[in-house]
């Protein structure tokens, strides 16, 4: 099993930012990838990025590129999400997942583990 857990969100104005922390311990190894997903109140969970723990390569919703970052840190098992020039749309709760399998990064159908999230709040 691996759980994860999430820190870093809190309330931002917009045009802040925050980073948030996903910290994966347990069975770690062979982790394939590790995504942020977010889910505002009355809509679907969306995809905000997604990592590839072997080689580092990088996805981004449309919505949230060139303001958001996300990286890795492989000794600490942490992937982090680095939101800048941030908006009130962007409000949300921000849940990490990881997977071993070879997947469709941005669907959330493959991810097997999941964070309980962590709420950000962009106030305008």
């Known amino acids: 099993q691996v759980q994860l857990a999430e820190s870093g969100g809190g309330l931002v104005q917009a045009g802040g930012s925050l980073r948030l922390s996903c910290a994966a311990s347990?069975?770690?190894?062979?982790?394939?990838?590790m995504g942020w997903f977010r889910q505002a109140p009355g809509k679907e969970r969306e995809f905000v990025a997604a990592?590839?723990?072997?080689?580092?390569?990088?996805y981004y919703a449309d919505s949230v590129k060139g303001r958001v970052t996300i990286s890795r840190d492989n000794a600490k098992n942490t992937v982090y999400l680095q939101m800048n020039s941030l908006k009130p749309e962007d409000t949300a709760v921000y849940s990490c997942?990881?997977?071993?399998?070879?997947?469709?990064?941005?669907?959330?159908?493959?991810?097997?583990?999941w964070g309980q999230g962590t709420q950000v709040t962009v106030s305008s």
């Open positions: 997942a990881a997977t071993r399998r070879s997947i469709q990064v941005r669907s959330p159908l493959g991810y097997d583990y």
């Open positions: 990592i590839k723990w072997s080689g580092g390569s990088t």
């Open positions: 347990g069975r770690t190894f062979s982790m394939y990838a």
